[in-house]
């Protein structure tokens, strides 16, 4: 009794949805679509993708034999789920059209299977729909009414009664591309294909690698690629030469673009790993244009594994990863011995919360760039696991990184780092010096003795220290960009501007670099404190302390420094050797700074009385 009630189960198809189609519309309204499938033909698809299959649909009225499913549909088929004239409401689908010709073809990317094909006969008596020999048809013809269904008891009734007209989204951006997107209406990436080459996708840059060369037999060239996403899907994206000249500067991560006229081919799976079956190259003929936020493009996603849990992740394996930059090295240049070719890297620190490290290498342009000393939440997308010394990590092709980023592990990791930064005990997972409690305790004349900071990369020691002296005039205090943090240049006017940002304004944040010089029991040395490590020294905030400078109360600014003096702590130092003006000189860094215990410190020195005396 339930099948025959299902088989006479009343149906009702949009009537109308393929006069819409023929004529590059889609259906009026934010409904589903209701279409019966009469036939399915499977085709191989061009450049090794996979297997297409192409359907002949109706709404009762019309028939429309140039509709594709999306290859994520494939499975409802090859299962026998989607079978002859089924009956399918279509959630998700696009319009595009031919090269060629003006034929247009129908994209489904997401339906639901109503009734199946042998519950259900032919609906209606459709034919193929023709275009008037006048094309008088409006942009969004009034869909047709299609013939009643027999009323049956108990029987559902699908309709699709649409009042709201068709939204064009890329006419609001008013942009020179709508016109060759068909209906002005974007297109989702999931739906991209080789089989049209009219359509306009609005996505977000989701990530951008740098620029590459790279040399074949048609010569020099360069490349860079970068992926964008929508709701529907990510799609990845390269430029080549001209392209690269045209396009490298505009493309930057989280920001919203309109994309088109792209060649699209089969994706490499062995280097995209979007998911998506086809890729896109930049031609002449593409064009990109950055539109407003509206907020309909997905934001950037992390999926990020604790440090602790890099040892478990395979070698050359894409992790999202994020942590505190404990230490940042100076860049080096490198030479390949396979190419000969030379590379900039700069290795930093991240630790987290599990309290393990993980060296990270940036290239080229991010190693050139990457100059943060102040101990900011740094967040990769993508970054290579890699065995070299350890467990390290590496910035690959498609890898990006955002720094300070406002998701709330970033924030948790600022806050944990700010409340025991100084007493933490790190273990590294990348060889070399670790950086758990500021690298080994040691005086400042065993540092000099051992000849730490000597090497190509920074060292680091704790010292129990006092501050003997600060420097407190000169540029102690600078005003900072609020936005970058940059020094802001004073255009005399009473406005502020910042060369980063490009931006002018009468708001800032005092900011310091200050300079004191420190002795323990053996030496003294000078050390650069950046602002937050001078806030905790001070124990008083930058910006206050740059109102008591303004204000003129000298007695007051200088009451601030006078109580920091003689201040004694456990002093977590960088050491490096550079070179200024011709001179090559050692230079110590302040990485952190944690009051003394004395139980903790006295146990330290009767390990060290008991080493002493055994040798």
Known sequence: VILLLNRVMAVQLTGGAVECFSNGNKYPGDVPVILQILNFKRMAAPGGGPERIRVLVSDGVHT?????????????HESGEMDMNCVV??????????????KKVLMISDCDVLKQGSDTERIGKPTPYTKPAQDNTPNNPTPQKPPPASPQAGGRVFSANPTTPLTNRTAQLNSPMVGRSPGGSTHPI????????????????????ALRTYNNAKGPGKLFNFEVADHSGTVRITGFNEQVDKFFEMIEPQKVYLITGCSVKAANKQYNKTGHD?????????????????????????DFV??????????????????????????????????????????ITLVDNTNKSVRVTLWGDDAQKFDRVDKPVLAIKGAVVKEFGGRSLSMGGNSSY????????AHFLKGWYAQQAG????????????????????SIAEARDNRLGMGEKADY???????????????VLYPGCKGCMKKLIDEGNGYYRCEKCNTSTNEFDWRSILTANVADWSDNCWVTLFNETAEQVLNVPMQQLGQLRESGDEQAYTNVFAEANFSSALLKLRVKMESYNDETRLKHILQGVTPVNPVEHGHRLLADIDRILAK
């Not at 429309?64 to 409802?76: E, Q, T």
């Not at 002449?284 to 509206?294: H, R």
């Not at 955002?402 to 592990?409: A, L, Q």
């Open 402 to 409: 955002m720094v300070d980023p406002d998701v709330p592990e």
């Open 423 to 442: 007493s933490l005990q790190i273990e590294s997972l990348s060889s070399g010096k670790g950086v758990g409690g500021g690298g080994q305790f040691m």
């Open 190 to 209: 999931v739906g991209l294909n080789p089989y049209q080459n009219k359509w306009v996708i609005k996505a977000r840059c989701m990530n951008k690698s």
């Open 306 to 347: 604790p440090i602790e849990k890099l040892p478990d992740v395979e070698q050359n394996a894409l992790v999202d990863c994020i942590g505190v930059v404990e230490s940042v090295d100076e860049p080096t240049e490198i030479t390949s011995k396979a190419t000969q070719k030379t590379f900039i890297k700069r290795e």
């Open 461 to 475: 020691y704790t010292t129990k220290a006092t501050f003997i002296f600060f420097k407190k005039d000169g540029n």
């Open 89 to 102: 409401s279509c959630r998700k689908y696009s319009i595009s059209t031919l090269a060629g010709n003006d």
């Open 64 to 76: 429309l034999n140039s509709a594709m499913l999306a290859p994520a549909l494939n499975h409802m």
């Open 278 to 302: 086809y890729e896109l190259t930049l031609t002449g003929n593409s064009l990109i244009e950055p539109v407003a936020d509206d907020g309909e493009a997905p934001k950037l996603s992390f």
